[in-house]
């Protein structure tokens, strides 16, 4: 079945460090794939997404690239703040294959990441 | 849309009482999520329902646990009996689904959760 493997954290980084969370997946197919946040005491919220090959996903100084190849989508961000202070979850979607499931996500276990000031 | 909607937030009960979790979907959404999240085992799918019909519900931990979706609207997520070890939080999440095999997408919107505590 589908699977997410996400870097073991916990993250900590000083303000402005460069962050990279790692995320590979496996899936048949073309899934979709997503970088999701959770910020304390909230519920999940999309960051970005990609849903073909290549496609880079973008969303308030963060990004991933859709690497077929290497199946991964690793999350990157030049700068980070402390308000960037979050659980980071990475995921997938099935591909569509003329069913139901195509709706479903995967997440792989999430990373917690902590700025320091 | 006010978003997906969960109801309470917060639940405190004892040992053996039936508690039912209650959600909201986005409206025109056509996919229903039940996760349960534990510092131990992360999140966990625990049933799906496409277009109000339940499509994998393997994810339930035992016969204790039974959802429902009556229509497009609205879902529960019952437990019956709890047990302290049912302690986590809830949440619902629902999405829209697009594509063909060429292309496809979807993109969940989570509730706020459901902090369940039972003693």
């Known amino acids: 079945g589908n699977s997410v493997t996400q870097m073991e954290g916990p993250v900590t980084l000083s303000e402005e460090a460069f962050l990279t969370i790692n995320c590979t997946y496996t899936?048949?197919?073309?899934?979709?794939l997503f970088w999701y946040v959770q910020y304390p005491g909230e519920g999940l919220q999309l960051l970005l997404k990609a849903t073909k090959a290549d496609d880079k996903g973008s969303n308030k100084g963060f990004e991933a690239t859709y690497r077929k190849e290497t199946t991964s989508f690793h999350l990157e961000k030049g700068s980070v703040q402390v308000s960037d202070s979050a659980v980071y979850f990475c995921a997938l979607s099935d591909p569509w294959a003329g069913g139901t499931s195509y709706g479903k996500l995967t997440f792989g276990q999430g990373t917690i990441l902590t700025v320091h000031p | 849309d006010a978003g997906v909607i969960q109801s309470p937030r917060h639940e405190v009960t004892e040992m053996g009482q039936e508690v039912t979790l209650r959600c909201k979907p986005i409206?025109?959404?056509?996919?229903l999520f039940w996760y349960r999240q534990t510092m131990m085992r992360g999140l966990e799918l625990l049933i799906y329902f496409n277009n109000n019909v339940p499509i994998d519900d393997s994810g339930m931990p035992e016969d204790r646990f039974s959802a429902k979706m009556p229509n497009a609207s609205f879902s529960t997520l019952k437990i019956q009996p709890s047990e302290p070890r049912d302690s986590a939080v809830y949440f619902c999440?629902?999405?829209?689904?697009?594509?063909?095999?060429?292309?496809?997408?979807?993109?969940?919107?989570f509730g706020q959760g459901t902090r369940l505590t039972v003693v």
């Open positions: 409206s025109g959404h056509d996919y």
């Open positions: 999440a629902s999405s829209f689904t697009w594509g063909d095999y060429t292309n496809s997408g979807t993109e969940a919107f």
């Open positions: 899936a048949t197919g073309y899934p979709s």
